[in-house]
């Protein structure tokens, strides 16, 4: 897929001995047990049989696709329903998420947490991001197969940071583990209008790495509204939702060059 490339959207299955339906089945039992937690409460009205149903059709193509593409090392169905279904979907639990909106996930991946969002929140308009040619293309396809309405684009964010189109249009930056969280500021803030959020996915030893953003913060525009600690069901550990308001136009400088913000962060 050519880089610069927007794609508006099956797999090999996992051997012999994988049967997409019983998958199916048995991750829907975990992910209704997880979602039964009251954490999730304020999410009920946008789950609804049809839209897990599509979730789960969604994860069964991540787990085919993982013996060639390598997408995850998550792919038993009670782990993929919490580690990454459940998971995924705390990120609209901070911030602010307008109807409508534009939003970005960048480092998507296998396509936690952006098409998850895409398919509980279909009124959105999710970009799904990734520099990786292979997992972009696995994600188009999966995108189309199953008519989300979602876009998929092969690229760097210190590049899209500069792109018309791109830079200060979205209302939701996500991010899901992808770097420390001074780097994540200089590749999220320049996509977010000002107004917008910027939503880091951390673990729970995520203290240190807030300390060191306040220059990236002050530089970029942007402030910590708050943090929001969650505990994952089904005891899958503990989560940090960073939520980031953007209160300013972030410099013109920035993003720097590819590569730049991870070897020389703004701390």
Not at 27 to 55: C, G, Y
Not at 169 to 186: F, T
Not at 199 to 228: C, F, N, T, W
Request: charged letters at 25%; glycine letters at 10%.
């Amino acid at each position: 897929m050519a880089e610069g490339r927007e794609h508006h959207a099956s797999s090999p299955g996992c051997g012999s001995g994988f049967d997409p339906p019983s998958y199916a089945a048995e991750f829907s039992r975990w992910l209704d047990q997880a979602l039964a937690d009251p954490v999730f409460s304020p999410l009920a009205s946008l789950l609804a049989p049809d839209v897990k149903e599509r979730i789960a059709r969604f994860v069964v193509e991540v787990v085919q696709a993982n013996q060639r593409l390598n997408l995850t090392a998550i792919t038993g169905a009670r782990e993929a329903a919490v580690k990454h279904v459940c998971d995924s979907l705390t990120c609209l639990l901070a911030g602010q998420w307008p109807r409508g909106g534009a939003v970005c996930d960048l480092g998507s991946g296998g396509g936690f947490p952006g098409m998850v969002v895409a398919l509980a929140r279909p009124d959105l308009r999710v970009r799904l991001v990734d520099a990786a040619g292979k997992k972009v293309a696995f994600l188009a396809s999966v995108v189309e197969k199953l008519g989300v309405g979602a876009s998929v684009r092969h690229g760097r964010a210190e590049e899209l940071g500069k792109e018309p189109g791109w830079r200060e249009e979205h209302d939701v930056v996500v991010a899901r583990a992808v770097a420390p969280l001074a780097v994540l500021l200089e590749y999220a803030l320049p996509l977010c209008r000002v107004g917008g959020w910027f939503i880091a996915m951390k673990g729970p030893d995520y203290q240190d790495e807030l300390a060191a953003s306040r220059k990236a913060l002050e530089i970029l525009g942007g402030r910590v509204d708050h943090v929001r600690e969650i505990r994952l069901p089904l005891d899958a550990g503990r989560r940090a939702l960073i939520a980031v308001e953007k209160e300013r136009p972030t410099p013109a400088s920035y993003p720097r060059r590819p590569g730049i913000p991870s070897r020389r962060p703004l701390v």
